[in-house]
T-cell receptor, first 114, second 115 residues
Framework: AQSVTQLDSHVSVSEGTPVLLRCNYS??????LFWYVQHPNKGLQLLLK??????LVKGINGFEAEFKKSETSFHLTKPSAHMSDAAEYFC????????????FGAGTRLTVKP | ETGVTQSPTHLIKTRGQQVTLRCSSQ?????VSWYQQALGQGPQFIFQ???????GRGNFPPRFSGLQFPNYSSELNVNALELDDSALYLC??????????????FGSGTRLTVV
């Protein structure tokens, strides 16, 4: 079985300050992990993915995430928030070599204050 | 710009009716997955189709069914609609057979409201 827990349902930051969105995973095997972003009335866009290569993964728009097996975590970070980053973010786990049944977290809503 | 298109974008149906949602996958993607996203929640896996056959199913009743066609388009059918079926339905295409977790390309979804 596999699942993800997003530890914060809502995160609020000021523009220009760092962003940290937390995700813990549970998996009986080495997982593939993803972060997706969803802007209002839009589909899901892939930010980055971890697939057992480098543990520090760089994605689009300045986001990155670090896979920490000892902590079963895959937190998403960005050094400096931009107003356009305001959206819903989903952490996702799937089995390696098999993208059947990707499991989504409940989401974290990021608010960016001017 | 997403390569997956879904239609219609919005739909209102009455409880007990049947609905068909459509998805056109990204070119070359041989796998399509459908997700239900209720308001304020993460997407929940409904089922996946690969080479026109069901290739995995989430915890959804049989009144949720699907089809995948040779041209990579697909349908999600829901019979006997219930109020709780109101949600955003997302279609995602991918390539099965590629090495390690490849990720999906999602469409913008169909917003279904059951009244």
């Amino acid at each position: 079985a596999q699942s993800v827990t997003q530890l914060d349902s809502h995160v609020s930051v000021s523009e220009g300050t760092p962003v940290l969105l937390r995700c813990n995973y549970s998996s009986s095997y080495s997982p593939s992990l993803f972060w997706y972003v969803q802007h209002p009335n839009k589909g899901l866009q892939l930010l980055l993915k971890y697939t057992s290569a480098a543990t520090l993964v760089k994605g689009i728009n300045g986001f990155e995430a670090e896979f920490k097996k000892s902590e079963t975590s895959f937190h998403l970070t960005k050094p400096s928030a931009h107003m356009s980053d305001a959206a819903e973010y989903f952490c996702v786990v799937s089995r390696p070599y098999n993208n059947n049944d990707m499991r989504f977290g409940a989401g974290t809503r990021l608010t960016v204050k001017p | 710009e997403t390569g997956v298109t879904q239609s219609p974008t919005h739909l209102i149906k009455t409880r007990g009716q049947q609905v068909t949602l459509r998805c056109s996958s990204q070119s070359g993607h041989n796998t399509v997955s459908w997700y239900q996203q209720a308001l304020g929640q993460g997407p929940q896996f409904i089922f996946q189709y690969y080479r026109e056959e069901e290739n995995g199913r989430g915890n959804f009743p049989p009144r949720f069914s699907g089809l995948q066609f040779p041209n990579y388009s697909s349908e999600l059918n829901v019979n006997a609609l219930e109020l709780d079926d109101s949600a955003l339905y997302l279609c995602a295409s991918s390539i099965t057979g590629r090495t390690v977790g490849y990720g999906y390309t999602f469409g913008s979804g169909t917003r279904l409201t059951v009244v």
